[in-house]
């Protein structure tokens, strides 16, 4: 690295020769999880979803090293505390200038205590600007466009987006989403949609079914959850203002299937 410029009004500006390729050209994927009593919930399905990430980009994180970044984030969740929340971020690595560059991947860890709460999760339906994609795993690429997408928004009352695309229901902000309608719980299918880890084994667990879900099964939907490997999750009080079932059994049957799973606190 070269010498940093002098900083000017509070702005840091550094001159370099190679950089992270994860920070030149977003090539790189990411988990996140808690940490419970040392327990990962699904850890081995969290890491199937990051190699596959990374295989898309060519990159090569041997197996060999799993037990050894699964114990350094145990470590890193552990100092923070007995419920942590940890993300597992794996990047391209130093590179110089060039798409065409090669460099091995780096291991990022962090954590800090989970501190979240049970809110009152209110959404709002939002039209997604940008075409859709296939997302088999964490890319930070799909969250920078994300982070675009809300400037189209405006949301009222301190509501949460639930993300749309041409009458299409795709999720939440940082979530998927399951919806109780008519005796079963479906949640979307489909590009655009995060295979999640807790929405997955909801799935395989028979418990909620993958479609393809219109917008207009919000008109008959009696109740709503958030999904993800953070909250596991939370349920959701309205969706553009139709007051939904907080206390539906639909909710108990999978609060009480995640509940007795090691490493799930709801």
Not at 108 to 120: C, D, N, R, V
Not at 155 to 161: G, N
Not at 228 to 235: H, I, M, P, R, Y
Not at 239 to 265: E, F, K, M, S, Y
Request: glycine fraction near 6%.
């Amino acid at each position: 690295m070269r010498d940093d410029l002098p900083i000017q009004d509070n702005l840091n500006i550094h001159c370099v020769d190679h950089l992270n390729r994860g920070l030149s050209y977003a090539e790189s994927c990411f988990e996140t999880f808690r940490v419970i009593d040392g327990a990962i919930f699904l850890w081995d399905k969290h890491w199937q979803r990051l190699q596959r990430g990374l295989a898309s980009f060519g990159l090569c994180l041997p197996d060999k090293h799993q037990e050894n970044i699964k114990q350094s984030c145990l470590q890193a969740a552990k100092k923070e505390g007995t419920d942590s929340l940890v993300r597992l971020t794996v990047a391209g690595g130093q590179a110089p200038w060039g798409l065409i560059q090669q460099a091995t991947p780096q291991v990022y860890i962090q954590a800090h205590p989970f501190l979240g709460k049970q809110q009152t999760i209110r959404l709002q339906s939002v039209e997604y600007p940008f075409a859709l994609l296939p997302k088999p795993a964490k890319f930070t690429s799909d969250y920078a466009l994300t982070l675009r997408a809300k400037q189209h928004w405006t949301l009222q009352d301190e509501k949460s987006p639930l993300i749309c695309k041409n009458d299409v229901i795709l999720g939440g902000l940082v979530a998927n989403i399951a919806l109780f309608s008519q005796g079963e719980w479906l949640t979307p299918h489909g590009d655009g949609i995060l295979a999640g880890t807790i929405r997955d084994y909801l799935i395989q667990q028979d418990l909620i079914s993958p479609q393809l879900c219109s917008t207009q099964l919000l008109e008959h939907t009696e109740a709503a959850v958030l999904l993800n490997s953070g909250s596991f999750l939370q349920v959701v009080q309205s969706i553009d203002n139709q007051p939904l079932q907080t206390q539906h059994l639909a909710i108990a049957d999978l609060q009480q299937n995640l509940q007795a799973q090691q490493g799930v606190r709801l």
